[in-house]
């Protein structure tokens, strides 16, 4: 079975949704989400930004990061506007807000 089937079906099971047509186009699109997101990560945000703050969750239109320091924080708090532009553009992934959280010591 490809991964992406499988990845499909998990989907589907945890949003507890039938695998009609409606539902499976849904799970296809949220899985494509899911994959440029964390597959593409570095290609949307650069080198600089990846090597600091990593996607950790997406939930729905919600993406959750942590970051290595508060620095980091602060300035994805200026980037975010740019940061949801660039991962529709390179992961195909509509973002609406970006929750950040700074990586315990």
Do not use: C, Y
Not at 5 to 12: E, G, P
Not at 45 to 74: M, N, Q, R, Y
């Amino acid at each position: 079975m490809p991964i992406g089937d499988s990845l499909n079906s998990v989907i589907r099971s945890l949003r507890n949704e039938s695998s009609d047509h409606a539902s499976s186009q849904s799970a296809t699109q949220m899985a494509n989400q899911m994959g440029g997101v964390f597959g593409r990560w570095a290609e949307a945000v650069g080198d600089a930004v990846a090597s600091h703050v990593k996607p950790v969750k997406l939930d729905g239109t919600k993406l959750i990061v942590e970051v290595d320091d508060p620095a980091w924080a602060t300035q994805l708090r200026f980037l975010e506007t740019t940061l949801k532009q660039r991962l529709l553009e390179v992961a195909g992934a509509t973002i609406e807000s970006v929750e950040v959280r700074v990586k315990g010591r």
